[in-house]
């Protein structure tokens, strides 16, 4: 046995790990080198040095403190808003969700692929060169109904609605801030306030309201994690 | 402003407690937990007292004694509000310990990306106790060179050579494989050993 394989075992011989031949090995080793017998020697003595420090007795306040934030984190509790709270319960409950999720997605997945095979053969049927006869053309719609005002009004009504659940979660999170450390709160301004730029630059419709869920994403998990809620701090 | 003094500043109603509905003796662990979900205060203090030593001594020997006392703070909150989600796929104790080192790692790594405290000041200055008898100053010499070991050593060396773990415990606790942690409590040890070699650590 080299001095560099005694040295590798030396930690597992120590602790009483190695049996029979490889302990004795070992052992043997030890007889023979000066230098592996002083660093096992040394490392015993560490070894036992740990061992006997000795235990360090929690002040009487640590209790108090426990409790004091304990009963911080119940108040704030009380001051979230019930949705937050049926949220929280859930994201408890995740494991199992997680799981119906995932099948659902899945069985969502399957559908949608069926479906869209079953309308590819449709398609084909449609195309000109399988038909005898050409197509006639779709009557034009009426000239007084025009559809596109109407979506775009629907469009606005939804971005408007948009803006307003962003209003209330950033309340929300105001409530959260109060638990946050300087670093969170910063994160979370800078964040916050590039999301915005994004809602700003993105144009009217589909990309706006895709700029504000990113948004609302963002701060319902701000408002909810438990962590951040507790220390603002822990990850 | 301490957290502890804005919670003074709330008011401190004589609070409900709320009715137990277990034997006088919580018998086990699955009843304890029980007990803390529904928020009595008796099992939630008897769990306090089985975990404080450890809880505290581990934090106190990872951070160092200035910050020990915040980290366990932090511990305790978290195991309660955290009590709800615990799943029993460990042992209570091995997820309590776990969240000790978890907090006690990530403590250290805010204090050092806020940089408020400078790397010499990380050292717990521990008055030497009168344990070793064959070397009066050696369990204080180990507590200055553990604080100075990489913090990841540093939790190793505390879960297994000081408060006695197993290394299938430690591994759980670490979140690591057996083998990792029986070559990380070798490297730890190896840099203790250089730690502590200017003033030797032999009798």
Request: proline letters at 6%; charged letters at 25%.
């Amino acid at each position: 046995m080299t001095c560099t394989e005694a040295r590798e075992q030396l930690t597992a011989y120590l602790d009483g790990e190695l049996e029979g031949e490889r302990g004795s090995a070992v052992r043997g080793h030890l007889r023979a080198c000066e230098a592996c017998r002083q660093a096992a020697t040394d490392e015993a003595a560490l070894r036992d040095g740990l061992r006997v420090l000795p235990p360090v007795d929690p002040p009487a306040s640590l209790w108090a403190g426990v409790q004091a934030r304990l009963a911080q984190a119940e108040v704030a509790d009380a001051e979230r808003p019930a949705w937050r709270r049926a949220l929280a319960r859930w994201w408890l409950a995740r494991p199992q969700l997680g799981l119906g999720a995932l099948a659902l997605a899945a069985i969502v997945l399957v559908i949608a692929w069926r479906v869209r095979h079953r309308e590819a053969p449709l398609q084909q049927v449609a195309s000109p060169l399988l038909l005898p006869l050409p197509l006639q053309a779709p009557a034009p719609a009426p000239a007084s109904i025009d559809v596109s005002d109407e979506l775009a009004a629907a469009a606005a009504r939804e971005t408007a609605s948009y803006a307003a659940t962003v209003v209330e979660l950033s309340a929300d999170a105001e409530h959260e801030r109060a638990y946050w450390s300087d670093d969170h709160k910063q994160q979370f301004d800078t964040h916050v306030a590039e999301l915005k730029k994004q809602i700003a630059a993105a144009t009217d419709g589909r990309p706006r309201q895709k700029a504000y869920r990113a948004l609302i994403r963002y701060l319902q998990r701000a408002a909810t994690r438990d962590d951040v809620a507790l220390a603002g701090s822990v990850h | 402003m301490t957290e502890t003094a804005v919670v003074d500043s709330l008011p401190s109603p004589v609070l409900a407690e709320p009715r137990p509905r277990v034997p006088a003796v919580l018998a086990d662990d699955a009843q304890l937990i029980a007990a803390c979900r529904r928020g009595e205060a008796r099992a939630m203090e008897m769990l306090y007292h089985q975990y404080k030593r450890r809880v505290f001594g581990m934090a106190h020997r990872i951070v160092g004694p200035n910050d020990a006392e915040e980290v366990a703070q932090e511990v305790f909150v978290r195991v309660y509000r955290g009590l709800a989600a615990f799943r029993g796929d460990s042992a209570l104790s091995t997820w309590i310990y776990r969240l000790t080192v978890n907090a006690a790692l990530s403590y250290l790594a805010r204090r050092a990306r806020r940089q408020e405290i400078a790397v010499d000041d990380a050292m717990p200055d521990v008055p030497a106790p009168p344990v070793a008898e064959r070397d009066p100053g050696l369990a204080a010499r180990i507590e200055t060179a553990l604080g100075q070991l990489p913090a990841g050593y540093r939790a190793i060396l505390v879960l297994h050579d000081v408060e006695g773990l197993s290394h299938e415990e430690c591994a759980a606790i670490l979140e690591c494989r057996v083998g990792t942690c029986k070559s990380q409590l070798h490297k730890a040890r190896a840099r203790m050993r250089e730690l502590l070699a200017p003033i030797g650590v032999a009798p």
